[in-house]
């Protein structure tokens, strides 16, 4: 992990399949009772959206930290939109802290979130990350690890942070605004011109519903994957696997 820099580097692990979570406790549980706890034989990425729209978003992320204290290099968290203060206070994770807890328990998630890192590259070639790209083609992985994400704790309304939680894939050349309301939309060129800068394969995120389990767009090189039911997304990684099969992102 590259401290405070927002980026995770990997080398030799590859995705093998993936599955979806509800954001529900109980349906965490399932999924992990069903594919294998987290252990040697069994290392997750869990690509944002932790917590907001549910009744446990806060046994959620208490779960997800106690597996990422007991097993740090081989359980990973990428911050989401819904990981930031303005989507708690909309969405319900906020006072959900406050109805179980209080104010402090919600400003120290606060604070733990703004730790999460905002990208995860694997095996060098596979940039992960909740929303999207960048509406500067300059942009560079380097720039990404220069990001102080403990000083700038929010996204804002701009930057590459905002960009990171927030931008979506289009169809057409170029960039546009988003339907969102914040962030923007890349297209095709846009992904092959970063691929290209940075020496990856492909960008995998989350973000938007995929109603065929996931969308393999972009002449290939970026890969959405479904959020199901209350939006929610992980991949499972496991070591000995030596190739990245598209077929296995919706099992």
């Not at 992990?32 to 034989?41: K, Q, T, Y």
């Not at 400003?107 to 940039?127: C, H, N, R, V, W």
């Not at 102080?148 to 930057?159: C, D, L, S, V």
Request: glycine share 10%; charged share 25%.
């Amino acid at each position: 992990m590259v401290g405070r820099l927002g980026l995770l580097l990997f080398r030799s692990i590859f995705f093998s399949r993936a599955n979806y979570w509800i954001g529900q406790f109980f349906d965490l549980l399932e999924i992990f009772r069903l594919n294998g706890f987290p252990s040697d034989a069994h290392h997750y990425l869990f690509n944002g959206d932790f917590v907001d729209r549910g009744s446990w978003s806060t046994e959620v992320a208490l779960l997800l930290y106690a597996y990422k204290w007991l097993r740090p290099d081989g359980f990973f968290l990428n911050r989401g939109n819904h990981e930031t203060d303005d989507m708690n206070r909309a969405y319900g994770f906020e006072g959900e802290c406050r109805a179980k807890y209080n104010e402090r328990v919600f400003k120290l998630f606060s604070e733990s979130f703004s730790a999460l890192p905002l990208a995860t590259l694997i095996g060098d070639k596979f940039f992960t990350l909740h929303g999207g790209l960048f509406s500067d083609d300059n942009t560079s992985l380097d720039d990404i690890r220069k990001l102080n994400r403990h000083n700038q704790r929010q996204p804002g309304q701009e930057g590459l942070m905002m960009e990171m939680l927030w931008t979506d894939p289009q169809p057409l050349p170029g960039r546009g605004p988003s339907k969102r309301g914040v962030g923007l939309q890349f297209g095709p060129d846009v992904t092959k011109r970063f691929c290209e800068k940075n020496g990856l394969e492909a960008v995998i995120r989350s973000h938007e519903v995929r109603m065929e389990g996931y969308e393999v767009e972009h002449d290939g090189r970026c890969i959405t994957g479904i959020y199901f039911v209350l939006f929610y997304m992980f991949f499972i990684l496991d070591d000995d696997t030596n190739h990245f099969d598209f077929s296995l992102l919706c099992t």
